[in-house]
C-alpha cells in the first residue's frame, strides 16, 4: 500500500520556523514530482511549493517565495519544506502530494498520492 506520511508539525511563534518532512512507503517516489499543500481553517486547499524528481526544478508560491524552501533525498526517499520567518497566516494543515508529471502536480489537480497531512499553528 503507497502511503506518504508527513510529520514534523507543530505550535510555533511567529518568527519562528519549523521543518517538515514526508517519508513515502509502499514504493520508491525518486522519479516523482512532489509537492506540499496547505489547508486553513475555512479555506481552499491551495499549493505551497513543488520540486522535480531530479531536484533541480521548484515552484513556490508567491506567498511563501524567500521564506520556505522544498528540497528531497531520493536515497532517502525523503521530501522536506523548511519553513523560516512563520506568519500567523501560515497556519494551516499542511499536505505532502506525489505524482509522476511535475505540471500535474504544480497544477494540484488530480494529483496520485496524497498524505493524511500535518498540522502547523503560527501564534502572533
Known amino acids: 500500500q503507497v502511503q506518504l506520511v508527513e510529520s514534523g508539525g507543530g505550535l510555533v511563534q511567529a518568527g519562528g520556523s519549523l521543518r517538515l518532512s514526508c517519508a513515502p512507503s509502499?514504493?520508491?517516489?525518486?522519479?516523482?514530482?512532489m509537492g506540499w499543500f496547505r489547508q486553513a481553517p475555512g479555506k481552499e486547499r491551495e499549493f505551497v511549493a513543488a520540486?522535480?524528481?531530479?531536484?533541480?526544478?521548484?515552484s513556490y508560491a508567491d506567498s511563501v517565495k524567500g521564506r520556505f524552501t522544498i528540497s528531497r533525498e531520493n536515497a532517502k526517499n525523503l521530501v522536506y519544506l523548511q519553513m523560516n520567518s512563520l506568519k500567523p497566516e501560515d497556519t494551516a494543515v499542511y499536505y505532502c502530494?506525489?505524482?509522476?508529471?511535475?505540471?500535474?502536480?504544480?497544477?494540484?489537480?488530480?494529483?496520485?498520492?496524497w498524505g493524511k497531512g500535518t498540522l502547523v499553528t503560527v501564534s502572533s
Open positions: 509502499g514504493r520508491t517516489f525518486s522519479g516523482y514530482a
Open positions: 502530494a506525489a505524482d509522476g508529471t511535475y505540471s500535474t502536480l504544480r497544477a494540484g489537480t488530480a494529483i496520485k498520492y
Open positions: 520540486i522535480n524528481w531530479s531536484g533541480f526544478t521548484t
